[in-house]
T-cell receptor
Framework: NAGVTQTPKFQVLKTGQSMTLQCAQD?????MYWYRQDPGMGLRLIYY???????DKGEVPNGYNVSRLNKREFSLRLESAAPSQTSVYFC?????????????FGNGTRLTVT | DQQVKQNSPSLSVQEGRISILNCDYT??????FLWYKKYPAEGPTFLIS?????DKNEDGRFTVFLNKSAKHLSLHIVPSQPGDSAVYFC?????????????FGDGTTLTVKP
């Protein structure tokens, strides 16, 4: 009963490098989300996928791309990392989009860009 | 313009007493209101929610109150326990085209002293 699994847990990148953050859920949820949390701030939505085959921009999408690979997996790609992307990234899933459908979060990926 | 504000970054209470965490919002289109709890190095976990058609929801030691006219949400924890020490985020969900976009406050760090 893993819930939402994120890999890697930690990552250090140099400016300009690229990487993909992986996320998988085993709860058969339809919707998946990527958030970032900066120190002392709340979670800000980067991208979300209401259902398999669809993706939409959130509040802070610039510099990121996403892929909903299948119902279980939703990846986040940084094509050219910048120091401003240093943050903790959380993937989440929910059974439905909205409708009082609480989010289930993974434990996060801590990314540092130097 | 921040739509959700948790004006107290931190709160310290004695074990056994009441903890009251507050949240103010500006967007009248929010339809569901949720509280999440977050321990260090973990993802947020859902705690309790309330629909916009209600003014109170109880779950054990946790009660959420909604004052729509004042656009104010609060979480009461009675009695507080040391294990409640965590960061608490209020979050809001819209409906329709905004259903997938949960908006989070910046969080309040609760410390319950034994």
């Amino acid at each position: 009963n893993a819930g939402v699994t994120q890999t890697p847990k930690f990552q250090v990148l140099k400016t300009g490098q690229s990487m993909t953050l992986q996320c998988a859920q085993d709860m058969n949820h339809n919707s998946m989300y990527w958030y970032r949390q900066d120190p002392g701030m709340g979670l800000r939505l980067i991208y979300y996928s209401a259902s398999e085959g669809t993706t939409d921009k959130g509040e802070v999408p610039n510099g990121y791309n996403v892929s909903r690979l299948n119902k279980r997996e939703f990846s986040l790609r940084l094509e050219s990392a910048a120091p401003s992307q240093t943050s903790v990234y959380f993937c989440a899933s929910s059974p439905l989009q909205g409708r009082n459908s609480p989010l289930h979060f993974g434990n996060g990926t801590r990314l540092t860009v130097t | 313009d921040q739509q959700v504000k948790q004006n107290s970054p931190s709160l310290s209470v004695q074990e056994g007493r009441i903890s009251i965490l507050n949240c103010d919002y500006t967007n009248s289109m929010f339809d569901y209101f949720l509280w999440y709890k977050k321990y260090p190095a973990e993802g947020p976990t859902f705690l309790i929610s309330i629909s916009s058609i209600k003014d109170k929801n109880e779950d054990g030691r946790f009660t959420v109150f909604l004052n729509k006219s004042a656009k104010h949400l609060s979480l009461h924890i009675v009695p507080s326990q040391p294990g409640d020490s965590a960061v608490y985020f209020c979050a809001f969900q819209g409906e329709g085209t905004n259903a997938g976009k949960s908006t989070f406050g910046d969080g309040t760090t609760l410390t319950v002293k034994p």
